[in-house]
Nanobody, 123 residues
């Protein structure tokens, strides 16, 4: 009942920038935390950045000072601005969101994931 759609990935040279977007839609009452994860070939999925509904943020050490996460609560959208990109940032980037849905029988909470968007940074 909730869909997350990412966009903005692509190919960029080292030192360049990309901006990822992730829009949530569907039967949504509220969204708590939202985040970006990435998974490189042969590696586990890792947290890149997270943001609460109040705007508090956290980042992986590897991206601090280069990436910025933000969100537009009115649009149910989270963004990831990526600057000074490095080849080691190459990965599939996934967004997720902790959503609440109201039903006649009560409220359900779940974590939803997008389908992923590829980021490739050439050296």
């Amino acid at each position: 009942q909730v869909q997350l759609v990412e966009s903005g990935g692509g190919l960029v040279q080292a030192g360049g920038s990309l901006r990822l977007s992730c829009a949530a839609s569907g039967r949504i009452f509220s969204i708590d935390a939202m985040g970006w994860y990435r998974q490189a070939p042969g590696k586990q999925r890792e947290l890149v950045a997270g943001i609460t509904s109040g705007g508090s943020t956290n980042y992986a050490d590897s991206v601090k000072g280069r990436f910025t996460i933000s969100r537009d609560n009115a649009k149910n959208t989270v963004y990831l601005q990526m600057n000074s990109l490095k080849p080691e940032d190459t990965a599939v980037y996934y967004c997720n969101a902790d959503t609440s849905t109201v039903w006649a029988t009560g409220v359900t909470r779940r974590t939803d994931w997008g389908q992923g968007t590829q980021v490739y940074v050439s050296s």
